[in-house]
C-alpha cells in the first residue's frame, strides 16, 4: 500500500516522501538548532531554527542524490527503478531485481558513497570560501567553527554529514552499500548470488548485532567511540541496528525466493478452473452461497462463461453495511476486470510473485487471451516456497 507525498519525477524516476521521515526531519532539525545554539550563543532561536530547516532540507536533498545516483546507474545498466522511498531512515531506492553480474552490482553500489564524499567536499570547500580568512587556530576546530557566519556554519556542517553518510554506508554491513559491495566481491569469486548474498547476510547480522549492543551499553552509561553515550543516541543506535538485521535477513530471502522460483512456470502452482461468480448475484447469495463453508476470499466473476469481468473480494463485502446485502449485487462492489493486473499460463512463478508483492494484492487471474483458466494466489506460492525451500517466508 503506497503512503506519503508524491515530489514528482526526477530523471523519470518517482520519487516519494513515506510519513515516517517526518519525524526524522523534525528529530534532525530540533538537533541541529541546538547544535548551533550551542556553537553561536549570539544568534538567536529564530535564526538558529531557520538555519536548522534550511540545513536539514539540504541534507535531505543530499540523501535524495545518493540514492539517485544508485537509481540513475541501475537504469544505465538495464535494471528498472520502481521509485526513490525518503523515509524514517534516510532513503532507499526501490530496485526491481538484483544485477545480472557482480560489475554491475559493484558500479550501482559504489557510486552511491562517491556520491556523498563529492557532495561533502564541495560543501566544504564553499564553507571556506564563504568563511574567508579567519583568525583562528587551524588546530582548533571548534574555534574555526565559531568564527564562521550562518551560511559557513551550515556549509560545514552538510560536508561533514555528507562525508560521515558516505563512510557509514561502507560499512560492510548488507543491505548497505558496504555491504554490497562485499556481496559483489563474494559473488564475482564464488559465481554463486545466493551464497554470496548469505555470508553477507551474516556478516550484515553480525555488525547489526553489535550496533544494537552498543546502543544499549550506551542507555547504561558505556563511552562508545564515535558515538558517545546517552538515552537518545543509545536507543536510535539500537534501533538502526535491529532495521538492519531485520533488513539483512529479509534481503536474503528474497534471493532465496528468486532462485526456488526461478525458471518454475505458474501452471506449476494456479488453481485451474477457480470458482466463479456471476455478476447479477446479490451479496447474500455470495456470501452464503459461495463464501461460507469454504477457504476462499477472492472469486472471478465471470460473465458468459469464462469471460472474466471483475473480481470481488471478502473485503469489498465487508464495506458494504449487513443490511444492504440483499439489495446489492456482485458487480456494484467488485474490481472491474480492466482494473485488475493478469497473468498469462506461461508466465515465470517469480514475474508472478513480484506482480502480487508490487501491487500488494493476494491474487491474479490466469488469462489466456480474455478467457478465464486459472488463478493463481499468493499462499499458493507461499506453499511452494514451504514445500521447497529452508527459509521461511513469513
Not at 558513497?113 to 560543501?123: E, H, K
Not at 556481496?183 to 556478516?203: D, P
Not at 471483475?310 to 458487480?331: C, F, H, I, Q, Y
Not at 507461499?382 to 517466508?393: A, D, I, K, N
Request: charged share 15%; net charge neutral; aromatic share 10%.
Amino acid at each position: 500500500m503506497r503512503s506519503g507525498i508524491s515530489l514528482g519525477r526526477m530523471f523519470g524516476i518517482n520519487v516519494r516522501l513515506d510519513w515516517s521521515w517526518l519525524l526524522i526531519f523534525f528529530l534532525v532539525t530540533w538537533n541541529l538548532a541546538n547544535v548551533f545554539g550551542n556553537l553561536q550563543p549570539d544568534w538567536n532561536n529564530t535564526l538558529n531554527w531557520l538555519l536548522a530547516v534550511v540545513a536539514a532540507l539540504l541534507f535531505f536533498g543530499s540523501v535524495l542524490a545518493h540514492e539517485l545516483a544508485h537509481s540513475v546507474v541501475a537504469r544505465a545498466r538495464g535494471i528498472p527503478v520502481r521509485n526513490i522511498v525518503l523515509f524514517l531512515f534516510g532513503g532507499v531506492s526501490n530496485i526491481e531485481r538484483d544485477p545480472d553480474s557482480p560489475k554491475s552490482e559493484f558500479l550501482i553500489t559504489i557510486v552511491g558513497p562517491l556520491t556523498s564524499f563529492a557532495l561533502g567536499i564541495i560543501f566544504l570547500v564553499l564553507a571556506r570560501v564563504v568563511a574567508g580568512a579567519i583568525d583562528a587556530s587551524v588546530d582548533d576546530p571548534e574555534a574555526v567553527i565559531r568564527a564562521m557566519g550562518p551560511t559557513g556554519v551550515m556549509l560545514y556542517w552538510l560536508g561533514s554529514v555528507n562525508i560521515l553518510l558516505g563512510a557509514f554506508n561502507l560499512i560492510p554491513g548488507f543491505p548497505l552499500d558496504g555491504g554490497r559491495i562485499l556481496r559483489s566481491i563474494l559473488w564475482a569469486a564464488t559465481n554463486n548470488l545466493r551464497k554470496a548474498t548469505e555470508w553477507a547476510s551474516y556478516v550484515g547480522q553480525i555488525i547489526a548485532w553489535l550496533l544494537i549492543i552498543g546502543g544499549i551499553s550506551m542507555v547504561f552509561g558505556a563511552e562508545i567511540p564515535f558515538f558517545g553515550s546517552g538515552l537518545i543516541g543509545g536507543l536510535w543506535l539500537a534501533f538502526i541496528g535491529w532495521f538492519l538485521n531485520s533488513a539483512s535477513v529479509q534481503s536474503y530471502r528474497h534471493v532465496v525466493i528468486q532462485d526456488v522460483l526461478e525458471d518454475v512456470p505458474v501452471t506449476r502452482m494456479m488453481r485451474a478452473n477457480p470458482p466463479t461468480v456471476p455478476p447479477n448475484i446479490s451479496l447474500s447469495t455470495l456470501v452464503y452461497d459461495h463464501m461460507m463453508g469454504t477457504s476462499d476470499h477472492a472469486f472471478p466473476v465471470v460473465d458468459g462463461g469464462t469471460r472474466l469481468v471483475g473480481m470481488v473480494t471478502l473485503e469489498d463485502v465487508r464495506k458494504v453495511p449487513r443490511t444492504a446485502w440483499d439489495t446489492t449485487l456482485v458487480r456494484d462492489i467488485m474490481t472491474p476486470a480492466t482494473e485488475l493486473i493478469s497473468t498469462t499460463p506461461d508466465a515465470g512463478a517469480i514475474e508472478v510473485w513480484d506482480k502480487l508483492l508490487r501491487r500488494d494484492v493476494a491474487q491474479i487471474p490466469v488469462m489466456q487471451g480474455d478467457r478465464l483458466v486459472g488463478l493463481v494466489r499468493r499462499t499458493d506460492i507461499v506453499r511452494w516456497l514451504q514445500l521447497t525451500s529452508e527459509v521461511s517466508t513469513s
